[in-house]
């Protein structure tokens, strides 16, 4: 059973860091994309990073480029988001989620339960 757990969410003011990460179980993901979105009360869900599991590349959302590094430790199956000047237009729920390669943007197979963080001006 394939298990994305997130986790390091939480309060910040605005100008500060969080890491969040995702423990993935239950299956290899060299043939994964593993992304992070996010979805605000009342917005829809919006794409934020992503990595392909092999080969290391990175992807982010215009917004937060230069702010954010998404990485991952195969070792441990890992998968992290580091947050920093962190805005409160950052404020949301965020879900690790792991997709082949080739699908779409959007889409994913499977989701974690999210990890609120919540940026306080």
């Known amino acids: 059973q394939v298990q994305l757990v997130e986790s390091g969410g939480g309060l910040v003011q605005a100008g500060g860091s969080l890491r969040l990460s995702c423990a993935a179980s239950?299956?290899?993901?060299?043939?994964?994309?593993m992304k992070w979105f996010r979805q605000a009360p009342g917005k829809e869900r919006e794409f934020v990073a992503r990595i392909n599991w092999s080969s290391g590349s990175t992807w982010y959302a215009d917004s937060v480029k230069g702010r954010f590094t998404i990485s991952r430790d195969d070792a441990k199956n890992t998968v992290y988001l580091q947050m920093n000047s962190l805005k409160p237009d950052d404020t949301g729920v965020y879900y690790c989620t792991a997709a082949p390669l080739g699908s779409g943007w959007s889409n994913f197979d499977y989701r974690g339960q999210g990890t609120q963080v919540t940026v306080s001006s």
């Open positions: 239950g299956r290899t993901f060299g043939g994964y994309a």
